[in-house]
């Protein structure tokens, strides 16, 4: 009798899920430089803060480095990306944010007019090698190609390596 059911369980059950083969997601923070939306990959932005009440100027030094901010007790540069890249300065608001990167023994806060969020692309659909033109394309290497438009990868690691950026003197 107990083999009958034993029997009769395993046709009647369900067996394990099969596995299906997933792609692989990059995972990347969505926002806007001077009116083109750009990522940025998750492991190049350490967090995302609402843009600072205030911050201290700092004398003698480019109109790009807005100041220190004092974010949970440790002084932090403030660096205006739009500005730095040419276009208009960020203005503070709902949407804006500052993005604290933290690369080549280099820690601050970049201003950024809005974020969109969180974005995972397939990596099917990166653009090895993908250029733009003007002063974004000094930071962009990649992009990734879906439904809603292209997307530049916007590289920290390449900003933060820029001895132009890195030399906020005068």
């Given at each position: 009798?107990?083999?009958?059911?034993?029997?009769?369980?395993?046709a009647?059950?369900?067996?394990?899920?099969?596995?299906?083969?997933?792609?692989?997601?990059?995972?990347?923070?969505a926002y806007?430089?001077?009116?083109?939306?750009?990522?940025?990959?998750?492991?190049?932005?350490?967090?995302?803060?609402?843009?600072?009440?205030?911050f201290?100027?700092?004398?003698?030094?480019?109109?790009?480095?807005?100041?220190?901010?004092?974010v949970?007790?440790?002084?932090?540069?403030?660096?205006?990306?739009?500005?730095?890249?040419?276009?208009?300065?960020?203005?503070?608001?709902?949407a804006?944010?500052?993005?604290?990167?933290?690369?080549?023994?280099?820690?601050?806060?970049?201003?950024?007019?809005?974020?969109?969020?969180?974005?995972?692309?397939?990596?099917?659909?990166?653009?090895?090698?993908?250029?733009?033109?003007?002063?974004?394309?000094?930071?962009?290497?990649?992009?990734?190609?879906?439904?809603?438009?292209?997307?530049?990868?916007?590289s920290?690691?390449?900003?933060?390596?820029?001895?132009?950026?890195?030399?906020?003197?005068?």
């Amino acid at each position: 009798m107990l083999a009958e059911i034993e029997q009769r369980s395993q046709a009647g059950g369900l067996g394990l899920p099969v596995m299906e083969q997933t792609e692989a997601l990059w995972d990347g923070l969505a926002y806007s430089i001077a009116g083109v939306r750009v990522v940025t990959a998750m492991d190049e932005v350490r967090e995302m803060l609402p843009y600072p009440d205030r911050f201290t100027r700092v004398p003698g030094v480019q109109e790009w480095m807005r100041g220190l901010a004092n974010v949970r007790g440790n002084l932090l540069p403030v660096v205006d990306l739009q500005l730095f890249l040419g276009a208009k300065a960020v203005v503070s608001g709902k949407a804006a944010r500052m993005l604290i990167v933290r690369m080549r023994g280099l820690e601050c806060g970049l201003l950024v007019p809005s974020v969109q969020g969180m974005r995972h692309f397939e990596e099917q659909h990166r653009l090895r090698n993908a250029r733009m033109k003007g002063v974004l394309g000094q930071y962009v290497f990649d992009a990734f190609s879906v439904g809603d438009g292209v997307w530049p990868v916007f590289s920290m690691s390449a900003l933060t390596a820029d001895p132009a950026f890195r030399s906020a003197t005068l």
